[in-house]
């Protein structure tokens, strides 16, 4: 594909604040000292160097001062798109925990919300509109290594969920989705 290029495959590929942007390869405070020097990181993070377990106790503190799963299901959506190594660190450190604010029954919540609460595109859209041109489309796409593809209708409220669900990566996503 031509866009493939769009998509940078590790920290050496980029720097600075697109690496912090990137939520495939940001660790956010995890960055060591060294790698803030060789990725020119170096004053766009505060000084501290955290582990990924005391990043994970201070998402544990956010979360618990929110008043709704809503709200916890927020904040863990705008982790994801900032941190995907935490998030996933943080959701499989406890998926009892987390499987109900992810899934059922919160996101029963988030979809008669979404128009609400949707913050940015993670994923495709492909409508009606569309008839002739998928391809095209599809093409729009800024990953060349596409392994796994989840498709609904959205017709029936357990396309719903599918939808959302993908739209969260899941674990075997994230894994095998790109390389």
């Known amino acids: 594909m031509a866009n493939a290029s769009r998509i940078k495959s590790s920290p050496a590929d980029i720097s600075g604040v697109a690496l912090l942007n990137d939520p495939h390869l940001n660790k956010g405070t995890a960055f060591t000292a060294t790698e803030r020097e060789r990725y020119g990181l170096v004053g766009l993070l505060p000084d501290t160097v955290e582990t990924l ?12 001062a929110k008043d709704s799963d809503l709200e916890r299901y927020i904040y863990l959506i ?4 900032r941190n995907e190594t935490l998030f996933y660190k943080m959701v499989m450190a406890d998926p009892m925990r987390f499987l109900p604010i992810l899934y059922d029954p919160t996101v029963g919540e988030v ?9 940015r595109a993670r994923g495709m859209y492909v409508s009606l509109t569309h008839k002739g041109r998928v391809a095209e489309v599809l093409r729009a796409w800024p990953v060349e290594d596409v392994r796994f593809i989840c498709a609904a209708t959205v017709e029936r409220p357990a396309d719903v969920r599918a ?11 994230a894994e095998l989705g790109t390389a």
Do not use: N, S
Not at 78 to 81: G, I, Q
Not at 111 to 119: A, Q, V
Not at 163 to 173: F, K, Q, R, S
């Open 111 to 119: 979809c008669l919300k979404f128009g609400h609460i949707y913050r």
């Open 53 to 64: 377990d005391r990043q994970v106790e201070r998402v544990q503190t956010h979360l618990a």
């Open 78 to 81: 705008e982790l994801l798109y």
């Open 163 to 173: 939808w959302i669900e993908g739209m969260l990566y899941t674990p075997a996503y």
